[in-house]
């Protein structure tokens, strides 16, 4: 078994999708529920053992200031080409940390916990099983769990990956060297990309299945609207 001993969040993106709200806030810094949706990540984080968080940030990057002060063990690295390039480049800046570690978009809702247990066997991707999903990556398994391909457009009857993620040593130092290798040059791909497609055959990714509900993914602003009354329900009862 392996042991998460480290933390990074992706934080540094526009958030397109929920402009005009991003415009002025950073989206993992929108509440939820009357706290930052990175917030609950870092509780999450420590509730886990996990104090080490690295914290990839860009856009209105100033507003994340007051985290080191508020949580110790935490540190902010600064993505200058945020706004240009795709998120391999929040990868390189975060790359001296990717052994033992966790990786996660910072515009997750973990409702459980335990998704975030540091025991893990082998590197792989949170992920749920769906009977059918569009406009998501999908993941097709064997038997015991081990990856054997994905699509980039979703389907049927598959796992859909969550941008949580766990690296052992060898891989995360493995992932370091990819990603050295091609950012600048493909300045354009997910970091994804480089375990998943580019580099698959030199990766032996296994899933971490979890439960629907068990993870939330704000990817508009009807997500927003609809976790947010959902959250507020919960408060009133």
Partial sequence: MHKAERAIIMAAGVGRRLKPLT??????LINIGGRPIIEGIIDCLHQNGIFEIYIVVGHLKEQFDYLPAKYPGLALLHNPNYAAHNNISSLYIARNHLENAIICDGDL?????????????????VSIWVDEVKGEWLQTVD????????????????????????WAASCGARLKRHVEALYPHHF????????????????????????????FEIDSLQDLEWFNERTNEKQRH
């Fill in 23 to 28: 415009d002025t806030i950073p989206k993992p």
């Fill in 109 to 125: 809702i973990f409702n459980n916990p335990d998704i975030l247990r540091p025991a893990f066997d082998y590197s792989g991707y």
């Fill in 143 to 166: 038997s015991a769990g081990f990856v054997v391909d994905c699509s980039r457009n979703g389907g049927k009857q598959g796992w859909q990956l969550f941008s949580a993620s766990f």
């Fill in 188 to 215: 354009d791909k997910f970091w994804d990309d480089i375990p998943i497609f580019i580099k698959a055959c030199e990766y032996r990714l296994k899933i971490r299945p979890v439960k629907a509900g068990d993870i």
